[in-house]
């Protein structure tokens, strides 16, 4: 009996480890998971905004509030983030960290970023005019020049917010590239050039019929910080809807993040043509709060060619305008967050979920002949008496005193891409990625300790069958 139990004793503790190490896969997966999925080079229906590669935006977003220990109120006003404490949301629920503050946590960028080391880092967006092959990621792709003539490099580069596989033209970069002073005070910091530079894995954009060609030698100057102004328009781009979303998701644990679906299909059960625009960097009412899909008036115009040749102003959600060729109505926006839908706890108030990215659509119904004399998207903010954007550096709707925040956004007119002919769109299938050599090592570990342990319980028991049937013959 006492060896009975030992031989039990010592399977268990075998079966034990080959259970522990299941679950070390099973959280490598979870860990890896949202990384694998935004840098796996998969692109369907992705935005190309010009003809031929380019930075379209690369200037400094914020300061010091990524990569914090934790997310409290006392941990994001020590640096120098927006806290919003009395919010109250309609659906009864907690607030989340995210309806709260824009500032984020070391945990949450090592899940979604390549690079390592980010603590209270500044937050940089560089706008492509074509997606990326996100595979080709990494902080070493990109060297800045600060306005004191020191270079420096991220500490992390990623592709979220901007993770959708229609989108993926925008690389958030995170290190120490500035300070909050303005670009006239002789103390200020921030980047004048970034550049592309040569590593083991270039960076490589797609464009017009797949093509794919190295960002290597890309360059972008400023001359602004974001404490003079704040983000623009870069890029804006009217489509057909066509008859379903296409590249909507893409990362399976950030689908469930509750923004989702938010297209305009799932909003407004379609609609005929999609203007989207593209920003300098996330456009936010204040910094914190989201943009909620029924605030098409509170930010944007649309300027449009009447019949008589005279410009027309699409300011108004719902109104049939007269243009050359017919007429053209305002929807709303769209690829935000979710529908609002009180019975599922969804409300249009300062808790609504939205994906924070670069990239806001208005949906438009009418004519094509209409659509065609669509001309420009304006954003009149604060000095056309609207509401102005800010990017997740903003004040937000509480900020702290003696805090310096970044500027709102300036008046600002983009052109629009008529892209009713020629979608400017492209689609890649996913690659293989390195992640996937340590999975499989961990596949590889987790089935020989299961096989070791069926394999000694196997041979215990008929050791001790055998020993039990030797014991009854002795006399």
């Known amino acids: 009996m006492a060896r009975r139990r030992r031989h039990l004793l010592a399977t268990a503790v075998v079966g034990l480890v080959g259970l522990g190490l299941v679950a070390v896969l099973a959280l490598s997966l979870l860990g890896d998971s949202v990384l694998r999925q935004l840098t796996n080079g998969e692109l369907e ?53 995210q309806n709260r503050t824009s500032a984020a946590s070391t945990s949450s960028v090592e899940r979604a970023f390549e690079g390592s080391g980010v603590d209270h880092d500044d937050g940089l967006p560089v706008v ?50 500035g300070n909050r002073l303005p670009s006239s005070d002789p103390g200020a910091v921030f980047p004048v050039r970034l550049e592309v530079v040569a590593d083991d894995t270039p960076l490589v954009l797609v464009g017009p019929d797949g093509r794919e060609v190295s960002a290597v030698g890309l360059t972008w100057t400023t001359d602004t910080s974001p404490y003079d102004a704040g983000p623009v328009l870069v890029g804006a781009k009217l489509n057909r809807v ?57 930010f944007f115009r649309i300027r449009a060619r009447g019949p008589d040749g005279d410009q027309v102003l699409m300011d108004r959600v719902g109104v049939d305008y007269d243009l050359a060729g017919g007429t053209l109505r305002v929807v709303g926006l769209s690829d935000l967050g979710q529908r609002e839908d009180h019975d599922a706890g969804i409300y249009y108030d300062d808790c609504y979920q939205e994906d924070r990215d670069n990239y806001i659509d208005i949906i438009l119904d009418g004519d094509e002949a209409a659509a ?87 041979r215990g028991w008929t050791r001790r069958a055998a020993e039990e049937a030797a014991d009854r013959m002795q006399p």
């Open 242 to 298: 066509g008859t379903e979303p296409v590249g909507e998701g893409g990362v399976s644990l950030l689908e469930r993040s509750g923004t989702l679906p938010n297209d305009e299909f799932a909003l407004y059960g379609g609609g005929d043509f999609r203007l989207r625009v593209l920003t300098s960097g996330g456009f936010s009412p204040d910094g914190v709060t989201g943009v909620r899909p029924d605030m098409f008036e509170d």
């Open 372 to 458: 065609r004399h669509v001309e420009a998207v304006e954003i009149p903010a604060l000095d056309g008496g609207y509401s102005a954007f800010y990017n997740p550096g903003g004040p937000g709707p509480e900020p702290f005193a003696g805090v310096t925040y970044t500027a709102p956004g300036p008046p600002d007119v983009q052109p629009v891409t008529l892209a009713l002919d020629d979608p400017m769109r492209v689609s890649r299938d996913a690659t293989s990625h390195r992640p996937y050599l340590r999975l499989l090592a961990l596949v590889g570990a987790c089935l020989a300790a299961i096989g070791l342990t069926v394999l000694y319980w196997r």
């Open 45 to 97: 229906g992705a935005d190309y905004w010009e003809a031929e590669p380019e930075i379209l935006s690369a200037g400094l977003g914020f300061d010091n509030i990524i990569g914090l220990p934790e997310i409290d109120e006392q941990t994001v006003e020590e640096a120098g983030g927006s806290w919003y404490g009395s919010l109250t949301c309609g659906n009864g629920k907690e607030p989340t960290d």
């Open 128 to 177: 492509f005019s074509w997606p990326v092959a996100t595979e080709t990621v990494d902080p070493t792709d990109f060297e800045l020049t600060l306005d004191t003539g020191e270079t420096v490099r991220p500490h992390a580069a990623g592709m979220n917010p901007n993770w959708e596989t229609d989108e993926r033209n925008t690389v958030v970069l995170f290190g120490d590239f």
